[in-house]
Each structure stands twice: as structure tokens, then as C-alpha cells.
């Protein structure tokens, strides 16, 4: 048995957390049926946190650079995340935005 | 009600389900090409942020749940503890409880297992299309629904495991200075727009990001909870001060 270096062990164990994040989210309500009830004002926070959690995931990288807040227009990441935003609000497609964000965060990356 | 699954007997409703799975399929096809770029772009991700291939394809094929595996990859790279990013996919999975609130009833006839396992796949795909399938209005009468159920379910896995296996084993092939890893930002931000659902969610995340910008230098990635909890805090007061437009 070759041995796990610490690495891979934490590899594993968040693998393993996250697998079990999905079935609770997933499978609670369907394995308790009738039993659970869920309040009217519970649901419509619930309604609020995943938006909520993406936006503080997202901010710091687009934010951020080398651990410093960098709100200008020489931030490649945010002028891309800026671009990626307002060409999904306009065509609503996913893929194409990628690309767009890819694009102008190159372009800006390859300019500064 | 009856306390436990009619005989294989019934053929009639076999036919039901084989004719309503291929509706399904019919029915998502259009969202196929947008799965699979969505699972090319995870799959880069995951193999970006320093895991190997077998901790990849088992992140991708166990987890299957884009949006918190890209949120947990972030986090991995600067070594957040587990408990943090457990918590912080729970919340980013918290969307799948409104959708299992809508959907399980209509499989509550289910043994556990049958359950848990429908559970498993219910999707934001599923929740694109099932409900409007079969609204509530249908919940006394089961025909079908399995079938369509599973046509969503086993489209959707596949044509999302199918890219995310691809970008797995293309990433290393992707030069490091082209920071493909981007990618997961941008897409996270086009899951995180149309659950912008109304301006009091909009007040959340405005107020999510500027929370967790501000408050990034604190350990374990606490800036990262406190700004859900903000978020979420003011998404419900604005919903308090101005209740006729939620």
C-alpha cells in the first residue's frame, strides 16, 4: 500500500464532504416525504442564499489581485467579469459567455 | 395508497413510461450543448486547481454538482479547512431543497432507496423541465413521471459527465499561461445571474460581494460565511421594507 501524503488525504475527504453536500441537498426532502415541513419564511430565505454564496465566491477573484482589492479598469479580471456579465444579461447563453469573458480577459491580460 | 409496488405485471404503464422517457429526452435536447460546455469548462477546472486525474474523474462523477464543485476549488488551492468548504457547498446546494420541495412529493409512493436515488439527480435541469411537466395538479396519478423522470435524469448526467471526463483528460494539453481556471469564475457568474431572481436578491449579492472582499483576510475563510449570512440578512429586510414585490 503505497501511503497517503496529507495532500491527498484532504483531497479525499473534501471529494467526500462535497459528495455528501449533494445527497443531503438533493435527497433530504425526498427521503422525508410528508414527515418534514419546511416554513413559509425558511423557504423564501432559502430562496436568497445560493445567489448570495456565488456572489462572495466570485467577488474575490474578480476583485482582488495578489491578496490587494483592485477596483480599476487595468484589472483584467474584472473588466472580463464586467463583459461576461452584461453579454449573459443580454443573450442568456452560458457557453457563449465563457467565451466572451475569455476573450477580453486575454485581450486585457495580453495589453497590460 | 398502496404499501408496496404493484406487480411488473402492469404493462400498460411500462409503454407510458417508455413513450413519456423519449419525450423527455426530445424535450431537453435543446440544452445539451450548454451541459456539455459547462461540464468541459468544471472539468478543466478541477484538474487547474492541482488534482490528479483519479481525484478528478471521482470529484466529477461522484459529486455532480457544478456549481459547488467550482466553488469548492478556490478554496482547496489556498487549503480552506474541510468543514468551511463543506458548509459553503451546503449553501451553494441550498437551491437543490427548493427544487426537491416541488419535486419529491410526486415520489413520496417510493421505497427509500427508489427515493434517495431520485433525489440524486434532481437537477437544475430537472427542475427546468419536470414541474411543468407534471404540476401539482398531477400528484394523485403516477403515470409517467418515471419515465420522464429518468429521461431527464440520464441525458443530463451523460451529457454533463460526458464534457467534464473530456475536459479532464484535455487539460493538461491547455497551456498554464492561458488560465483556462477563469472559466469556472465566469460561469459560476452566468449560474449566479438568473437566480438574481428580484431586487431584494439583488441587494444580497451586492451586499455578499462586498462583504467577502472586505473581509477575505480573515481565517478559515470566515469572510466567506459572514457574507452569506449578510446577504442573505438583507435580501430578507429589503423583502420586509417593501413586501408587494416579492
Sequence with gaps: MPELSQEAIYVWLTIGLLLMATVISRSALFLMGRSLKISPTLMHALRYAPAAALSAIVAPDLFMQAGQTDVSLVNPKLVAGIAASLFFLWTRHMLSTIVVGMLVFSMMRAAI | ?246
Design chain 2, 1 to 246: 395508497m398502496t404499501p408496496s409496488q404493484p406487480p411488473a405485471a402492469a404493462t400498460g404503464t411500462d409503454a407510458i413510461d417508455r413513450q413519456t422517457y423519449l419525450e423527455a429526452v426530445r424535450a431537453s435536447a435543446g440544452t445539451w450543448p450548454g451541459i456539455v460546455a459547462w461540464g468541459l469548462v468544471s472539468g478543466m477546472a478541477i484538474v487547474k486547481a492541482g488534482l490528479t486525474i483519479w481525484q478528478a474523474l471521482a470529484m466529477t462523477l461522484l459529486v455532480f454538482a457544478g456549481s459547488a464543485q467550482l466553488s469548492a476549488l478556490p478554496l482547496m488551492m489556498s487549503h480552506t479547512p474541510v468543514l468551511v468548504i463543506f458548509a459553503t457547498a451546503l449553501v451553494v446546494n441550498l437551491r437543490f431543497v427548493i427544487f426537491s420541495a416541488a419535486i419529491s412529493p410526486h415520489f413520496s409512493h417510493l421505497p427509500w432507496r427508489g427515493r434517495l436515488w431520485h433525489g440524486y439527480f434532481c437537477s437544475d435541469m430537472m427542475m427546468a423541465f419536470f414541474p411543468q411537466r407534471f404540476p401539482f395538479s398531477t400528484l394523485g396519478n403516477h403515470a409517467g413521471k418515471k419515465g420522464f423522470y429518468w429521461g431527464i435524469a440520464t441525458s443530463n448526467w451523460v451529457a454533463w459527465q460526458g464534457g467534464a471526463v473530456a475536459g479532464i483528460l484535455l487539460a493538461n494539453r491547455i497551456p498554464e499561461s492561458w488560465q483556462v481556471g477563469f472559466a469556472g469564475t465566469l460561469a459560476l457568474l452566468a449560474v449566479m445571474i438568473p437566480l438574481t431572481i428580484n431586487r431584494a436578491a439583488l441587494a444580497g449579492v451586492l451586499v455578499a460581494g462586498a462583504v467577502a472582499v472586505a473581509a477575505a483576510g480573515l481565517p478559515f475563510r470566515m469572510g466567506l460565511l459572514l457574507a452569506v449570512i449578510c446577504g442573505m440578512a438583507v435580501a430578507m429586510l429589503f423583502d420586509h421594507w417593501e413586501p408587494d414585490h416579492a
